[in-house]
């Protein structure tokens, strides 16, 4: 029961110093209201992805998750998993004999297969929120740094 109030009491006072922090940081946020300047960088920061030169900022920002991530990006994600280790008989990333005749088939195949599956491998590889041209990138990016 004494540790309990103990706790109890560290959790006021912690409570306490966040009502502090939050009241000061309040006061920042009232001052960019009234600073233009500030104010419109601020508008700039919350305009929605869609109405601002998608592209650059969000790759620069990375904090977009609308912007399309690069093939390196997915495959270290999710397709690495696999075809970084050869799980599951998945064809290794650096192996030219297991890529090669699949490269051969052309990367509109790969793509197909890689969207809705393939034997064992996954519909998407498992990346439910993938579009089509990150799968690609991501297939790419494999084929890349197998040297094909
Ligand atoms: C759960 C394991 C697993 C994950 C995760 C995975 N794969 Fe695969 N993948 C496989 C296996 C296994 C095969 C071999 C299937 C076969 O040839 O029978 C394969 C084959 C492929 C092929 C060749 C298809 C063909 O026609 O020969 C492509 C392309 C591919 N994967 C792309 C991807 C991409 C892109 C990702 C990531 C978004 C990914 N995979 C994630 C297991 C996986």
């Not at 005749?101 to 793509?111: A, M, N, S, V, W």
Request: charged share 20%; net charge negative; proline share 5%.
């Amino acid at each position: 029961m004494g540790t309990f109030l103990g706790v109890l009491g560290a959790l006021v006072v912690i409570a306490l110093v966040f009502f502090f922090i939050a009241n000061t940081v309040g006061v920042e946020e009232g001052e960019a209201g009234r600073n233009p300047r500030l104010d419109a960088k601020v508008k700039e920061n919350i305009k929605p992805v869609g109405a601002v030169d998608v592209g650059e900022v969000a790759a620069a920002s990375g904090a977009a998750p609308a912007a399309a991530r690069s093939g390196e990006q997915v495959y270290s994600a999710v397709c690495m998993a696999c075809h970084g280790t050869g799980a599951a008989g998945a064809p290794k990333v650096g192996d030219k004999a297991a890529w090669g005749p699949r490269k051969d088939k052309g990367i509109d195949t790969l793509l197909d297969h890689a969207i809705h599956g393939f034997n064992a491998m996954p519909p998407k590889g498992t990346c439910m929120d993938c579009s089509d041209d990150e799968l690609k990138a991501a297939i790419e990016h494999m084929l890349g740094q197998t040297g094909l």
